[in-house]
């Protein structure tokens, strides 16, 4: 037997609201985003990136949100509309809270993400756009479904110093594995990241023979870290 769902959460005024100690939970997240309250999910993020780094709350808070949401999905508990819902609303708040940067933000090495042919799972991309973005790199966010021939030639044309794909279903593999043989030959060399269920897979990122794959926005960005000091001149 399924367990019992949630109950609906009371109308709050996010102006007014009080936060306390382990009230910013996943469960809370989750109700709120299956409701599509996109403003209300925003103020929950905002007040979790108060208290901690960007990309540690995304790993924590938002991906155990998003967990309850596809479990609850699984059991039957929640409709495949809800799931649905679910995604657009944390886009919806992500586009939010997103990095207010200013000009200087634009000026940083260039990091391309997309997800590969087939793939349209992008709030994983998304969160991490905006962690890249709070470390100085200008972001090009391709979106869904982008062939491996047009990243290539974008990539190249761009001078990208990092390309960040996605691929979820194992129905992509053999979209992704052909993406990374593209961009090599087009850019020997070029760091490549993987997230994604995919990216999951011990010994995936050798196996492929990229740069590193992971579902941690935390080790990410500390890879990403590395890139940009190698790349940035020295004062």
């Known amino acids: 037997m399924s367990e019992d769902p949630p109950p609906k959460l009371p109308p709050v005024e996010p102006a007014g609201a009080t936060v306390t100690a382990g009230s910013l939970s996943p469960e809370l997240l989750a109700s709120l985003l299956v409701e599509g309250d996109d403003e209300l999910a925003a103020w929950t993020l905002r007040h979790a990136l108060a208290e901690r780094p960007r990309a540690e709350v995304f790993d924590d808070l938002l991906v155990g949100a998003m967990t309850l949401v596809g479990q609850r999905w699984e059991t039957g508990q929640w409709s495949i509309s809800e799931e649905h819902l679910a995604s657009q609303t944390i886009l919806r708040a992500l586009d939010r809270i ?3 940067l200013g000009p200087e933000g634009r000026i940083g090495p260039l990091a391309v ?4 042919a087939g793939e349209q799972h992008m709030i994983g991309l998304a969160c991490l756009g905006q962690v ?9 966010n391709l979106g869904a479904d982008v062939p491996a021939a047009d990243l290539a ?3 190249t044309r761009n001078e990208a110093v990092l390309v960040a794909l996605s691929a979820t279903e194992a129905a992509r593999l053999q979209s992704l594995v052909d993406t990374i043989a593209t961009i090599q030959n087009a850019r020997p060399g070029l760091p490549i990241l993987l997230g994604g269920r995919l990216a999951g897979q011990p010994g995936i990122a050798e196996t492929l023979g990229i740069t590193w794959a992971g579902t941690s926005l935390v080790e990410a ?3 990403a870290g590395d890139i940009a ?3 940035t001149p020295q004062g």
């Open 221 to 223: 960005a500390r890879i």
């Open 98 to 100: 997103r990095p207010d």
């Open 132 to 140: 890249l973005q709070e470390l100085g790199w200008t972001v090009a």
């Open 153 to 155: 030639r974008y990539v």
């Open 113 to 116: 993400m997309t997800g590969v």
């Open 229 to 231: 000091a190698e790349v």
